[in-house]
């Protein structure tokens, strides 16, 4: 804790990094050329990076320990990255499941993810890049979704949520049209224990909630579109 409290970005009673040292862009150009480092290829990925319970630097990685829910958030990704690894002091053998990496995965996602991959993907509060110009600049479009079906393995299933009506009839439309997902009926979304968590685990959410305020969600499985 000594280090902590030299340390001003850390908070004395947690020992958890306080978010209002973190600043982060309102807006962001996700098709500018970025400077982070990106694998070549999913099996280039160094998870021993994030989960170093699991992984050590050497394993050749298996099918049975690929990662299987992404969620993409476009706030402080140190901050994040800083929070799980205080966690995982205060608390070992804890919160070693979890990991966050900047990037951008409206390029890259092939990059980190094989065919199949994932069960879960997560679109909490994304920018809604209101002018029309900028709509390009969303992470939920028709060609997006193909990428997203890529990585998706069928069943699997697409998580997305607003407090921006227009977005969220824009996302909607879009799954909607696209022949490899279908909205999950009301009795699986009830059945779902995500779906309750969506407008209430978030920070973006509990503020919406705080200012009753409304949410919109699109929720839907991948397919295999018919032939």
């Known amino acids: 804790m000594l280090e902590n409290e030299a340390n001003p970005t850390f908070s004395k009673s947690t020992g958890l990094p306080r978010k209002r040292f973190y600043r982060a862009r309102a807006h962001s150009n996700p098709l500018s050329d970025s400077h982070f480092p990106v694998p070549i290829s999913p099996c280039h990925v160094d998870y021993s990076l994030h989960y170093p319970q699991f992984f050590s630097s050497s394993d050749q990685i298996d099918s049975s320990k690929k990662i299987q829910v992404c969620r993409y958030w476009d706030k402080v990704s140190e901050y994040v990255k800083e929070r799980i690894s205080a966690l995982r002091v205060a608390n070992p053998g804890q919160y070693q499941n979890i990991s966050v990496v900047r990037t951008n995965s409206m390029k890259y996602i092939p990059n980190y ?45 697409i998580y997305t949520i607003t407090d921006v009506e227009e977005l ?48 919109f969600q699109a929720i839907y499985r991948r397919i295999m579109p018919a032939i």
């Open 113 to 157: 993810f094989e065919k199949g991959q994932l069960s879960k993907m997560f679109f909490l509060f994304p920018d809604p890049h209101f002018k029309e110009k900028n709509h390009r600049r969303r992470v939920i479009s028709t060609h997006l979704l193909d990428e997203y079906a890529y990585t998706l393995r069928v069943g699997g299933i």
């Open 168 to 215: 969220g009839d824009w996302m909607k439309a879009c799954l909607e049209s696209h022949p490899m997902y279908e909205a999950l009926t009301e009795e699986e979304l009830e059945a779902d224990p995500v779906v309750k968590l969506l407008s209430s685990a978030t920070e973006e959410g509990q503020k919406v909630a705080r200012n009753d305020g409304q949410t």
